[in-house]
């Protein structure tokens, strides 16, 4: 039996891959290649160029492999694009899911492991977030997860398909050889950001804000390592494979970093220094998203390795050092 991974050409996707396989798991992916990469996959790996919402090439997968179980990392998500664009992000990422979920059920694969997000949770009232606090997301992007994560809920009580719902806080770092990261073509993530600076291609990087209410006035994140988060996705495999109930697990290291702290990692990791420009705040960010991911750790057995800031971003140097221009490289 084998896993599809839906999107596995993608940043977080990629690395999924590669922590399956190294478990021994038989993959397959599709991917439309719209922000996902071909080169980031292994030879050896049977693709499919496609899009989701296209029941047929889903339905020609399930029928020409024995599909045990999805993973899904297809999504649109870039949260300011989410604003301007919602229809852009409710078609492609509740689209996908719809069209998924119909494959799923028509080809009988019971198990869906999803890849989402802290946004569903929207501006926190209190921190850390437990799974159980309200969802009140405050983008398309966040509403969309929200959504297909409601979709799995009902689907799963009609037609015995059991899901697991992963929502990520901040994903960072790069497999471990430097062989596979980040490459966006539209960059708006902290670290890969950071890192432009020692790679000469922005001349500093721009804080949004250092007036919010916390310890330097620079918002905080919990970052957590993208292999760290792949091995979250093959405990939940097993979690379902040993018979588990559909659930929603938050995923984070449960301690927070302001954007300066990650920006003095980042200076250790490279040994460079990084310049710094105060600018405005970015609108929507707020001021402090931590994980309360106790859930993970004692269903899943889960929790993060890689936690020293500096040892995550000085994966994700590796990979940039390596690539300056990502995949084109
Ligand atoms: N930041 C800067 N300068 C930059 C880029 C980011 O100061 O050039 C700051 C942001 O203001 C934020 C922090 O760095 O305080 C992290 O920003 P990212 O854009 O890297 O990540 P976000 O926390 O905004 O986004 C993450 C996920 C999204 C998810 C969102 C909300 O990447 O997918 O959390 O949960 F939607």
Redesign the pocket.
């Known amino acids: 039996m084998s896993v599809l991974i839906c999107g596995g050409a993608g940043y977080i996707g990629s690395h999924n891959v590669r922590a399956f396989k190294a478990h021994g798991e038989d993959v397959i992916v599709i991917d439309n290649l719209y922000t996902g990469h071909k080169a980031s996959l292994p030879e050896d790996v049977k693709f499919y160029e496609g899009d989701i919402r296209d029941g047929k090439i889903l339905d020609k997968i399930f029928t020409e492999n024995k599909i045990e179980a999805v993973v899904h990392f297809c999504a649109f998500?870039l949260?300011g694009e989410s604003v301007e664009e919602p229809l852009k992000y409710f078609d492609n990422n509740v689209g996908g899911m719809i069209s998924l979920l119909e494959a799923m059920q028509r080809n009988d694969v019971k198990k869906i492991i999803f890849s989402s997000?802290?946004?569903t949770y929207g501006e926190p009232k209190k921190v850390p977030i437990l799974e159980t606090d309200p969802t009140n997301p405050t983008n398309p992007?966040?509403e969309s997860k929200l959504i297909m994560e409601k979709m799995m809920k009902w689907v799963s009580r009609r037609y015995d398909i059991r899901y697991v719902s992963l929502r990520y806080?901040?994903?960072a770092g790069a497999w471990h050889d430097g062989s596979i990261g980040e490459d966006h073509r539209h960059e708006?993530?902290?670290?890969p950001?950071i890192l432009q600076v020692p790679l000469g291609k922005r001349p500093h990087?721009?804080?949004?804000?250092d007036d919010y209410p916390t310890k330097d006035g620079?918002?905080i994140?919990d970052y957590v390592h993208v292999e760290d988060l792949a091995r979250a996705h093959i405990l939940a495999l097993e979690y379902l494979r040993n018979g588990g109930e559909s659930n929603i697990f938050n995923l984070g290291s449960g301690d927070g970093y302001s954007?300066m702290e990650m920006i003095n990692a980042a200076r250790k990791a490279t040994g460079q220094d990084i310049a710094v420009e105060i600018g405005a705040r970015?609108a929507g960010?707020p001021a402090k998203?931590v994980a309360d991911s106790n859930k993970a750790h004692e269903i899943l057995k889960w929790q993060p390795e890689i936690t020293r800031m500096e040892d995550i971003i000085a994966s994700a140097w590796k990979w940039h050092k390596g690539h300056p221009n990502g995949y084109a490289d």
């Open positions: 998500s949260v997000s802290a946004a992007y966040g806080f901040n994903v708006t993530h902290l670290v950001i990087v721009t804080v949004y804000g620079t918002c994140r954007v970015r960010d998203l």
